[in-house]
């Protein structure tokens, strides 16, 4: 049947007057600009430490500082604990060690409750460091129960593998990629036999034999994971001026970052 012109052209208009109402609706705004800062994190380091320790450290304070540009969290850096009390401590969604942890015991028995209680922690490199003059227990229970076991020397790049590809902290990274250089531990045993730590990273084994003067000639080499008790992530990268040198490993820190603030009791401050 053939549609007189008429109807044809008042259903023309009725189309495009439906698509241009369509064009001048509400919708939902894809940016969440916040009004005051959504949470409250704590650096944690020293500066009586071996020299690319420090150097890391001071990168890692610069480079927080600038994840806060425009004040979209509240940053306090302190190379000092005891300074702290178990109320002041529990306002922090975060502590972020770069490059030691309290060898204090007070300053250790405040980390534990804050940490036991709900706490967040990120930790570099140096931060988990224990052997068997640490003394500390529940430290090591807290990692995973790893000790320090061997390193590679003088430090060198690596390439990494996700071990867990779908996780927050690891979905938008490559499967594998390599890091920046960096003193690499090994610890025994490995987290990866602890049935509530999540690897996350870690070194292929098409690295070894890994170093130059200390060389790593096999094992299971995680660098990076969390341990399922406690609301942390660690990350063996830290070492030397270079750590900040290549974008993808940035990306991770941010990842781990905003994923141990994300689980905080207090709510998911990015939602």
Known sequence: MKIPAYNFVCVLLLSFMSVFSGWGQSTEYPADYARAPRFKALIYYTKQAETA???????????FRRLNYGDGFVLDVSTDLSSFDAEKLKTYHVIIMLNTAPSDPHERLLFQQYMESGGGWMGFHAAAYNDKNTNWPWFVDFL???????????????????DQPLHPVTKNLPSSFIVPESEWYQWNPGPRTNKEVDVLLSITADNYPLGIKDVVKFGDFPVVWTHRKYRMIYLNMGHGDREFTDATQNLLFVNAFRWVVSRSKEGDPFQ
């Open 53 to 63: 320790h420090v150097q890391f450290a001071e990168q890692a304070v610069d480079f």
């Open 144 to 162: 995973g129960g790893g000790v320090f076991y061997c390193n590679n020397w003088p430090p060198q790049p690596a390439k990494v593998q996700a």
